[in-house]
């Protein structure tokens, strides 16, 4: 094939697709557009022999001009959110390290992608998009490609009398798998993916639940029933979806051994899957699933507990990252120490958005408080003042600018060393210190210029705003904002706190729990969850 036949299927793509999105605001639309050409073009560069075949393959994946307007449209029509997204744990769920997988929601525009972690600690990914259009965290509101699922399965209870889920639903699709009968049930008054999920899977006469947790646009599970594991679940996207299994490694994105392929079918208009991998469900302490539909994509690995013959197998811990650019997953990406969750975004390479610092190491909590010179030796005076009456002065790591160099420095109070680093990368980091009968409260904004920062009590694992608390001083150092204040009480009657804070560039929201003080110290973050990019 000529060159200018391959440019000629490219050309004709994009021209229908404009003419599909012309009701589209035009910024909006040249961004999708840009977006979608950036994505082909670096596609094609990855193409060891170009042909009409494989070009013709790349704007398949991405789905037809059509799918991709009707998405942009509906995400159009849903914008909106402002800092109202109420993403709670629900009935039974937890952080990771008390057992269970902690699971939230995002809602994006067409384009956009969102990283949500459950498991130890959230991260920014790195990759070749570009960056997203804003995210919404409306709880009213929910794209196609997540269900609202709930209560979540019950794996001790599992493999119980068909009649627990047949009587509140109605079967809509069966079939055979290794020999075992299977039949999907949808709940009564229930559509889509949601139907599914609150309906469940009837495997030779036993029920079995398809709802492993909080909503996501993939939900698996893992049977052990037979000398064959039984994974089955639902891809919440509409169309008919490419599924992919590996084995893996709970807490990453790894990619292991490739594993057989589950049967698809489109069923309410998302796609359910079924299959067996080639061992007992006790062979797989935790499995990857990538699963591409018309379009877009998803990406989410899931950690398994002990398994019981004819039960489903526990989940012990999931994160997922999805409205993935069509065909892409992200790898090797390896959840960090902590007790922490985030809500990312994919960057260009060569770096780090200037929202996002290269927070490393985590400040340790224990050791904070010491001699100030184990700080100011590396760093370099940036800002001083008074809290609450006491001084304080702000230190900027040698070498480092922006958030980056704030957060690799630190804060010094009354002559003792503070970190300014709680985890893994995030626009806004905060601390809280029990210095003094008042809490200390402190941290970067990355954002580029001066911020807008609102405290709130709160609830640990949900993005609840409860009491409103003084909001803190802000000061512009290396374009970026720092902020230091006191809260009414002692450090150690916070058990949780609400972090939203407003740039000229971009909001971000924030949850962090907090576990027990010491007098002098920061007090250690146990949980923490964030979603950023959100409409102001």
């Known amino acids: 094939m000529s060159e200018s036949g391959v440019e000629a299927i490219v050309s004709d793509y994009f021209s229908r697709l404009k003419q599909a999105l012309a009701p589209l605001p035009r910024s909006r639309r040249n961004q999708l557009l840009d977006d979608l050409h ?5 596609a094609r560069a990855d193409l060891a022999d170009e042909s009409e075949l494989s070009v013709r393959e790349i704007l398949e994946h991405l789905g037809t001009p059509e799918e991709i307007a ?3 449209l ?4 849903r914008d909106g959110g402002r800092w109202r997204g109420r993403w709670p744990l629900g009935p039974g769920l937890a952080w990771f390290n008390e057992g269970r997988p902690v699971r939230r929601r995002a809602i994006a525009s067409a384009a956009a992608v969102v990283v949500l972690t459950a498991g130890t600690c959230g991260a920014i990914l790195t990759g070749d998009s570009p960056p997203p259009a804003p995210v919404k965290t409306d709880s009213a509101e929910m794209p196609l490609a997540n269900s609202d699922c709930s209560p979540p399965t019950d794996a001790g209870r599992s493999g119980g009398p068909a009649a627990t889920l047949t009587s509140k639903a109605t079967e809509v699709a069966s079939g055979t798998v290794d020999g075992n009968h299977w039949s999907l049930w949808s709940a009564h008054g229930q559509s889509g993916a ?4 609150d309906g469940g899977l009837v495997i030779n006469g036993r029920a079995y639940g398809l709802c492993p947790g909080f909503p996501n646009p993939a939900e698996l599970e893992m049977a052990d029933i037979g000398p064959a594991a039984i994974v089955y679940g639902v891809i919440g996207y509409p169309g008919l979806a490419k599924i992919r299994l590996y084995a893996s490694t709970a807490g990453t994105f790894d990619r292991g051994q490739p594993l057989p392929a589950p049967s698809v079918t489109v069923v309410h208009g998302v796609s359910f899957f079924i299959g067996t991998l080639p061992r007992s469900a006790c062979d797989y302490p935790s499995l990857e699933l990538n699963s591409t539909s018309p379009g877009v994509s998803a990406e989410h690995n899931l950690g398994f507990g002990s398994c019981t013959a004819g039960k489903l197998v526990p989940e012990t811990a999931s994160q997922g990252i999805w409205q993935l650019p069509s065909g892409q997953f992200p790898a090797g990406f390896r959840v960090g120490a902590g007790n922490r969750s985030g809500s990312g975004r994919l960057v260009r390479p060569g770096g780090l958005p200037p929202e996002d610092s290269n927070c490393s190491p985590p400040t340790n909590a224990a050791t904070s408080g010491g001699p100030s010179v184990t700080l100011t030796s590396k760093a370099t005076e940036v800002a001083s003042s008074t809290v609450a009456g006491k001084h304080w002065s702000l230190w900027s790591a040698h070498g480092r600018s922006g958030a980056t160099g704030l957060e690799d420095g630190g804060l010094v109070i009354n002559g003792r060393a ?3 680093c709680p985890g893994f990368p995030n626009p806004a980091e905060l601390e809280m210190a029990d210095v003094g009968p008042a809490a ?7 954002y580029p210029g001066l911020a807008k920062v609102q405290l709130y009590t709160s609830t640990s694992g949900t993005f609840d705003t409860g009491q409103p608390l003084p909001a803190p001083s802000v000061t512009v150092v290396h374009g970026v904002s720092f902020f230091i204040g006191t809260l009414p009480r002692s450090a150690c009657d916070y058990p949780s706190l609400e972090l939203n804070s ?14 027990s003080c010491v007098t002098g110290k920061l007090v250690e973050i146990t949980g923490s969850m964030g979603a950023w990019n959100v409409s102001r």
Do not use: D, K, P
């Not at 509906?74 to 029509?77: I, M, P």
């Not at 949601?194 to 999920?197: A, I, K, P």
């Not at 971000?508 to 907090?514: E, I, K, M, W």
């Open 194 to 197: 949601t139907g599914l999920e």
């Open 38 to 42: 950036e994505h082909v073009t670096m």
């Open 502 to 515: 407003a740039a000229r560039q971009g909001s971000s929201q924030h949850n962090f729990g907090f576990g």
């Open 440 to 446: 200390i409260v402190y941290g970067v904004i990355g």
């Open 418 to 420: 503070y970190g300014l």
């Open 74 to 77: 509906a995400g159009s029509r």
């Open 70 to 72: 009707a998405e942009a």
